[in-house]
């Protein structure tokens, strides 16, 4: 019993780790319709900002956080000005291919840049765990998924009930009407490449705190990736939902099914369960159905 | 555009990609020039030549899938890896011989991949891709859990050298021979499939999946089938792959390496099986060419060395692939024609 109940609170926190980043995922999509596939990298450029901004520059951590925040918006109006502003009104698929291509202009970046080398991220939350009763909770995580919490519904707030957050919901359903009704879509793709790459840094920070970085950090992105489209593309509430049913699954996985699998099944339980429930909604747990006409 | 005086009296005639008879001739010629290369070239050229050949083939299975049928392959590596592995193990473990192993190797991977196409019946559009994504996620873990017997398990698998009607299949130029053959069955495959049937139901689903099915068109039956033939491909190009490198492991096949078939096929153009093969030619050659630079600074520049080169590649990748969606969306292949029809009514700038 205590077993099943630590293994499904560390999952829900891992969860919400995955949770935060398929917000990232959701605010730029929502916003701008770009399915940003370079999410992770993004996510790997925001955590090596922090580090240099803690390292390199040696600024107090309550400097180096807003500073790293301040670069990755900086970050995300370039991508949005030099690579999908061009793109605007193409097909989707051009715009997947496009974050394509930033997925391997990244990754050199980040390599010419700050090298192959990994080094120890500066620890943001404090270390080891919290003992409720005999259930054991990370620290680090567990501050992070109050973060991922706070900003889920500040987003949400923002999106659904703010006249700026409904204006880019109107982007997000349809860029022609969106424009014919006087809304700026450049400025609302602005919004969403900066709340996208703000939001990924935090997870960064969420994640790496006091642990180890490098280029492996980049991984993030395909495993949240499947959180976002459990959760459907649109919708804030449902990535951190979506990521907490995934956290949970992986879990669970990982602690009865691994010692039978050898330790494969929890890897690839969680794509397994999303397809399951992809069938039954296509479009997502809480994804808008759009009908589509010919 | 053709040259001029060509009047068409058949369906037949009008689909033909050689019209005249100089075209033939020259078309012949490079064939012939292609079998005649291992004479001229260096032995790291014509390995280089065959490595690329081998890419073409699983560029061009993508190219049905994601250019033809407009399905987004992420995982086209792992069916290339699952053809890896099938003709390792079938030359291995059965002792077959090259000419069979690899068909089998690419018909198992196509197999698998229909597994991965079957969401396809529910999912639509970006949300299929995640099966794609999972394809290669499940792809080393399945190797590296499956008895060691039949995959060698996570230690990879080693290759015997091919053999037919007796001799061995030897050195650079055997490989590269061997290679081109399987490429020229290939690639005609994918030219003809374009103008078939099937391939004109690709282009109805690529171009529109509402339409398509109004039209009369299974788009079940035909996404599926879609994901099946690139993954053939793929598993050919696997099998070839497993020879050549003579040592196959479950690292060769990642997510990185798919990403860089889009890219090659994104830069090459997707509409046309040409653009895989340009796509292939150019990014090789730009591979070679930073190098070749990279080589020449390294000596004079202190901090230019293999870590710093790599990556700079990737940057050069990276942008070259963003540039071209942004200012060539139609890839290298457009550019082509436009040269073509420029060279075929020059001097007269007006045809």
């Given at each position: 019993?205590?077993?099943?109940?630590?293994?499904?609170?560390?999952?829900?926190?891992?969860?919400?780790?995955?949770?935060?980043?398929?917000?990232?995922?959701?605010?730029?999509?929502?916003?701008?319709?770009?399915?940003?596939?370079?999410?992770?990298?993004?996510?790997?450029?925001?955590?090596?900002?922090?580090?240099?901004?803690?390292?390199?520059?040696?600024?107090?951590?309550?400097?180096?956080?807003?500073?790293?925040?301040?670069?990755?918006?900086?970050?995300?109006?370039?991508?949005?000005?030099?690579?999908?502003?061009?793109?605007?009104?193409?097909?989707?698929?051009?715009?997947?291919?496009?974050?394509?291509?930033?997925?391997?202009?990244?990754?050199?970046?980040?390599?010419?840049?700050?090298?192959?080398?990994?080094?120890?991220?500066?620890?943001?939350?404090?270390?080891?765990?919290?003992?409720?009763?005999?259930?054991?909770?990370?620290?680090?995580?567990?501050?992070?998924?109050?973060?991922?919490?706070?900003?889920?519904?500040?987003?949400?707030?923002?999106?659904?009930?703010?006249?700026?957050?409904?204006?880019?919901?109107?982007?997000?359903?349809?860029?022609?009407?969106?424009?014919?009704?006087?809304?700026?879509?450049?400025?609302?793709?602005?919004?969403?490449?900066?709340?996208?790459?703000?939001?990924?840094?935090?997870?960064?920070?969420?994640?790496?705190?006091?642990?180890?970085?490098?280029?492996?950090?980049?991984?993030?992105?395909?495993?949240?990736?499947?959180?976002?489209?459990?959760?459907?593309?649109?919708?804030?509430?449902?990535?951190?939902?979506?990521?907490?049913?995934?956290?949970?699954?992986?879990?669970?996985?990982?602690?009865?099914?691994?010692?039978?699998?050898?330790?494969?099944?929890?890897?690839?339980?969680?794509?397994?369960?999303?397809?399951?429930?992809?069938?039954?909604?296509?479009?997502?747990?809480?994804?808008?159905?759009?009908?589509?006409?010919? | 555009?053709?040259?001029?005086g060509i009047i068409f009296k058949s369906y037949a005639a009008e689909e033909a990609f050689l019209v005249t008879r100089p075209q033939k001739l020259v078309f012949a010629l490079?064939?012939?020039?292609?079998?005649?290369?291992?004479?001229?070239?260096?032995?790291?050229?014509?390995?280089?030549?065959?490595?690329?050949?081998?890419?073409?083939?699983?560029?061009?299975?993508?190219?049905?899938?994601?250019?033809?049928?407009?399905?987004?392959?992420?995982?086209?590596?792992?069916?290339?890896?699952?053809?890896?592995?099938?003709?390792?193990?079938?030359?291995?473990?059965?002792?077959?011989?090259?000419?069979?192993?690899?068909?089998?190797?690419?018909?198992?991977?196509?197999?698998?991949?229909?597994?991965?196409?079957?969401?396809?019946?529910?999912?639509?559009?970006?949300?299929?891709?995640?099966?794609?994504?999972?394809?290669?996620?499940?792809?080393?873990?399945?190797?590296?859990?499956?008895?060691?017997?039949?995959?060698?398990?996570?230690?990879?698998?080693?290759?015997?050298?091919?053999?037919?009607?007796?001799?061995?299949?030897?050195?650079?130029?055997?490989?590269?021979?061997?290679?081109?053959?399987?490429?020229?069955?290939?690639?005609?495959?994918?030219f003809n499939l374009q103008r078939s049937r099937v391939g004109r139901a690709f282009i109805a689903i690529r171009e529109n999946d509402v339409v398509a099915p109004v039209m009369?068109?299974?788009?079940?039956?035909?996404?599926?089938?879609?994901?099946?033939?690139?993954?053939?491909?793929?598993?050919?190009?696997?099998?070839?792959?497993?020879?050549?490198?003579?040592?196959?492991?479950?690292?060769?096949?990642?997510?990185?390496?798919?990403?860089?078939?889009?890219?090659?096929?994104?830069?090459?153009?997707?509409?046309?099986?040409?653009?895989?093969?340009?796509?292939?030619?150019?990014?090789?050659?730009?591979?070679?060419?930073?190098?070749?630079?990279?080589?020449?600074?390294?000596?004079?520049?202190?901090?230019?060395?293999?870590?710093?080169?790599?990556?700079?590649?990737?940057?050069?990748?990276?942008?070259?692939?963003?540039?071209?969606?942004?200012?060539?969306?139609?890839?290298?292949?457009?550019?082509?024609?436009?040269?073509?029809?420029?060279?075929?009514?020059?001097?007269?700038?007006?045809?």
């Open positions: 019993m205590i077993e099943l109940v630590q293994s499904l609170s560390s999952g829900v926190l891992l969860g919400l780790l995955y949770g935060i980043v398929a917000l990232s995922f959701v605010v730029i999509y929502r916003a701008s319709r770009v399915v940003n596939l370079a999410q992770g990298e993004v996510v790997m450029v925001g955590a090596f900002l922090a580090w240099m901004a803690a390292s390199s520059f040696g600024l107090p951590l309550y400097l180096a956080i807003p500073a790293a925040l301040a670069m990755s918006a900086c970050f995300g109006v370039i991508i949005e000005r030099f690579v999908f502003r061009p793109l605007t009104g193409q097909p989707i698929f051009a715009v997947v291919m496009a974050s394509i291509g930033l997925i391997i202009l990244l990754r050199g970046a980040t390599m010419v840049i700050w090298g192959p080398a990994t080094r120890p991220f500066p620890q943001v939350f404090p270390l080891g765990a919290i003992e409720i009763g005999p259930i054991l909770l990370n620290t680090a995580l567990l501050i992070g998924g109050v973060i991922t919490i706070i900003c889920a519904a500040g987003l949400n707030w923002f999106f659904m009930r703010t006249d700026a957050g409904l204006r880019l919901a109107a982007v997000a359903e349809d860029h022609t009407t969106a424009l014919s009704m006087g809304i700026s879509v450049k400025k609302s793709a602005i919004i969403a490449w900066v709340l996208g790459t703000t939001l990924a840094t935090v997870s960064a920070i969420i994640m790496l705190s006091g642990s180890v970085l490098g280029v492996t950090a980049a991984e993030i992105g395909f495993r949240a990736l499947p959180v976002a489209l459990l959760g459907g593309m649109e919708s804030v509430r449902g990535a951190v939902i979506a990521g907490v049913l995934v956290g949970m699954a992986e879990a669970l996985a990982s602690t009865y099914l691994d010692p039978l699998t050898n330790g494969a099944l929890s890897q690839i339980f969680p794509f397994i369960l999303i397809i399951l429930v992809l069938l039954i909604r296509p479009q997502g747990l809480f994804g808008w159905k759009i009908i589509e006409r010919i | 555009m053709l040259p001029s490079f064939i012939v020039a292609l079998f005649l290369f291992p004479m001229v070239g260096s032995t790291y050229l014509v390995g280089t030549v065959s490595v690329m050949m081998i890419t073409m083939i699983a560029v061009l299975g993508l190219q049905i899938t994601v250019g033809m049928a407009g399905q987004i392959n992420l995982g086209q590596s792992a069916f290339v890896g699952v053809g890896a592995y099938v003709t390792a193990a079938m030359a291995v473990n059965y002792e077959l011989p090259f000419w069979l192993a690899i068909p089998i190797g690419g018909l198992t991977a196509g197999l698998t991949s229909i597994l991965f196409g079957l969401p396809a019946a529910r999912i639509k559009g970006f949300y299929l891709a995640l099966t794609t994504v999972a394809a290669q996620v499940m792809f080393p873990l399945a190797i590296s859990r499956l008895p060691q017997s039949w995959f060698g398990g996570s230690n990879g698998m080693s290759m015997p050298s091919m053999e037919l009607f007796g001799y061995e299949i030897w050195g650079q130029t055997g490989l590269y021979l061997v290679n081109l053959c399987f490429l020229i069955v290939f690639t005609t495959l994918a009369g068109i299974n788009l079940v039956k035909y996404k599926i089938l879609a994901f099946f033939i690139g993954a053939v491909f793929a598993g050919i190009s696997g099998g070839l792959y497993a020879y050549y490198v003579t040592y196959v492991t479950a690292e060769q096949f990642t997510l990185w390496l798919s990403v860089i078939y889009l890219g090659m096929l994104l830069i090459g153009g997707m509409t046309s099986p040409l653009g895989a093969i340009f796509g292939v030619i150019i990014i090789t050659f730009l591979q070679e060419t930073t190098h070749e630079i990279g080589g020449y600074l390294s000596g004079r520049i202190s901090f230019v060395d293999e870590s710093v080169l790599f990556p700079a590649t990737n940057i050069l990748l990276g942008a070259v692939i963003i540039a071209v969606l942004i200012f060539e969306p139609h890839g290298m292949v457009r550019r082509w024609r436009i040269a073509k029809a420029a060279y075929r009514i020059w001097p007269n700038p007006h045809g």
